[in-house]
C-alpha cells in the first residue's frame, strides 16, 4: 500500500524508467553493461517504492498515552523552553527517519487540533539544534481531555524539500490516523508535560502509530 502522495510521482518513475531501460536494451550491445543498468535503475524504483510505503498500523487508542507520530530513531530527550505555542518548559522527543523510514506522519494523541501554523525556513540537517527553530516546518497543537495540549512539529531536512500537513483547526484528531507526510528524511518533535513518564530513551528505535512513548501512570 502506497501513500496518496507518492502516486504522481510513482507513475511519472514508472514511465521514465521504462523508457530507459527500453533504450539501454536496444543501444547497448555489451551484456553485462546492459544488464547492471537495467538493475541499477530497476533498485532505484524500487527504492522510490518503498518511500511512500504506508504500511497499516494497529494503534491502541488511549488518551493517557502518547504514541510516536513517525517511525525512525529518538535523537533528542530533553526539557526545553517551547517559545512558540506553550512559552514555557516542555519536555521534547525528537525522532529522526532516514530516507529508508515510512514517512507517513500519525497524530499523536487524539483530539482537537486547536493550532496548525506552517513557517518557511532554512534545510538545515535534520538532527541541527537550531532546525527545530529555524528550518521549514509545521506546528500542530491537540488538545486532548486527558493530558491537555501536546504540540508536534514536522521539521524538514536537508534532502526533505515538501512537508504536507493535513491538520487544520478545529479538525478532529484520532490518534494513530494519517495527519501528513514529509518527502526524504527529516524529523518530528513533539512537546509533552514535564510531569509525564518518558518510555523511549536516546537512539531507541520507533515505530509511528503503535510505540507508546509517553504516558501518564
Known amino acids: 500500500m ?20 527500453l533504450l539501454i536494451d536496444v543501444l547497448i550491445g555489451i551484456e553485462w553493461i546492459r544488464t547492471s543498468l537495467m538493475v541499477f535503475f530497476l533498485i532505484l524504483f524500487v527504492l522510490i517504492l518503498q518511500f511512500f ?16 507520530p ?9 526539557e526545553v523552553e517551547e517559545n512558540e505555542f506553550f512559552k514555557d ?17 500519525r497524530y499523536p494523541v487524539g483530539g482537537n487540533v ?5 513557517h518557511p525556513g532554512k534545510y538545515l540537517v535534520a538532527w541541527h539544534p537550531k532546525s527545530s527553530t529555524e528550518n521549514e516546518r509545521t506546528t500542530v497543537v491537540v488538545e486532548n481531555n486527558t493530558i491537555g495540549k501536546i504540540l508536534y512539529r514536522q521539521i524538514a531536512g536537508a534532502m526533505a524539500k ?8 478545529n ?12 518527502r526524504f528524511g527529516s524529523r518530528v518533535d513533539v512537546f509533552i508535560p514535564l510531569d509525564m513518564k518518558i518510555n523511549v530513551s536516546i537512539n ?14
Open 53 to 68: 510505503r504506508n504500511p497499516k498500523r494497529h494503534t491502541v487508542l488511549n488518551d493517557q498515552q502518547i504514541i510516536a
Open 2 to 21: 502506497f501513500h496518496k502522495e507518492g502516486y504522481k510521482i510513482i507513475i511519472i518513475s514508472m514511465l521514465i524508467f521504462a523508457g530507459i531501460i
Open 162 to 169: 515538501r512537508i504536507v500537513n493535513y491538520a487544520k483547526k
Open 89 to 105: 518548559k516542555r519536555r521534547q522527543i525528537s525522532i529522526f527517519m532516514s530516507p529508508l523510514n515510512v514517512h507517513v506522519t
Open 171 to 182: 479538525n478532529n484528531a484520532i490518534q494513530g490516523a494519517d495527519s501528513g507526510f514529509i
Open 204 to 217: 531507541d528505535k520507533v515505530k509511528g502509530g503503535e510505540t507508546v512513548i509517553a504516558e501518564y501512570v
Open 70 to 78: 513517525v517511525d525512525g530513531k529518538v535523537v533528542v530527550v530533553e
Open 114 to 118: 486547536v493550532y496548525s501554523k506552517y
